[in-house]
């Protein structure tokens, strides 16, 4: 009889956590998954950049890409404007200057 008790505790316990883990399922498939897909074709995207690509930065400055080097790229950001910007720095590629220019 007391190991029926244990076994019927047990199974409850378990029908308690199961609402918690499906909304653990569903925070994962929903935020988690598509935010580590986004880092990820940020990175390819950094690692593929080249001179002469319009870029944005997390900051908001948008320019063109004129020296790529190991950890950074220089980048002129106006007429006679040129800084040097960590690639972490980089939120993405410029598309609306891309298809003006």
Same mark, same amino acid.
């Given at each position: 009889?007391?190991? &029926? #008790? !244990? &076994? ?5 316990? #378990?029908i =308690? %956590? %199961?609402?918690? %883990?499906?909304? !653990? ?10 935010? =580590?897909? *986004? =880092? *990820? ?20 400055? !948008? ?10 790229? #220089?980048i *002129? ?12 720095? !980089? ?6 200057? *891309? =298809?003006?220019?």
């Open positions: 009889m007391q190991t &029926f #008790l !244990i &076994f019927q505790t047990g199974a409850g316990g #378990l =308690q %956590l %199961l609402p918690i %883990l499906l909304i !653990i399922l569903v925070f994962y498939f929903l935020i988690i998954r598509p935010q =580590q897909r *986004r =880092q *990820r074709q940020l990175q390819e995207t950094i690692a593929n950049l080249k001179i002469g690509d319009r870029i944005v930065t997390t900051g908001g400055v !948008i320019g063109v890409i004129t020296t790529v080097r190991d950890t950074s790229f #220089l *002129r950001s106006a007429d006679k404007s040129i800084l040097e910007i960590a690639r972490t720095a !980089i939120a993405g590629i410029d598309e609306e200057g *891309r =298809q003006a220019t």
